[in-house]
């Protein structure tokens, strides 16, 4: 426990990780943070076994402050295979990293991601770390760098049911091509519900 001094009060944080009874209040900051942006269920993906199955209770950190989630970081298990040389990684992919408006720029976020790093390192569970941001310098700081990699998503289609699916194939070049607002579009109405392990 941590206690923090903000003008003339005196707040009490607790920095821990997130507990199954718990995880509804993650999901709920996820929506104030960021908004309803996604339809509903998205953020619940993140606990659900059918969208990560290699999920442990843990791997969701939080900052508590006086009682009150205020800030998440997530750790996503991803299994990552070189096209290079056909080797798997275990990758932890951090995702969540959310803080409550009023609790922002107060070190809660990066405190959390230093545990996480830490956490990460301890278990040697992970070959690499990566995540995608808009704000690369809060990171960096955390030693992460900025890279551009190429990458490529394979999709095995074997336990896709085609009949339970009321979808229109187009080529992704027409798409592309002709209107990519259209694929922003999916993206944003229809996210993708399962993680790729």
Known sequence: MMTSAVGNDTLSIVYRPIQHHEQQQVIDLHYAVFGARFKSGYYDRCFMPTASPQYKEGDTLGAWCDGKLVSTVHIRRLIIRSGDDNVEYRCGNI???????????????????????????????????????????????????????PSHIIVEWKNFNFESSNVEWRSTVDVVSTDGQFLLKIHSNKACAYQFD
């Not at 230093?114 to 990171?139: A, C, G, V």
């Open 95 to 149: 995702v969540g990293v959310a803080t409550l408006e009023e609790y922002r720029k107060q070190g809660y976020s990066r405190e959390l991601l230093r545990m996480t790093i830490d956490k990460m390192k301890e278990r040697n569970e992970f070959d690499i770390s990566f995540l995608r941001t808009q704000i690369p310098k809060h990171y960096s700081i955390l030693e992460w760098e900025q890279i551009s990699i």
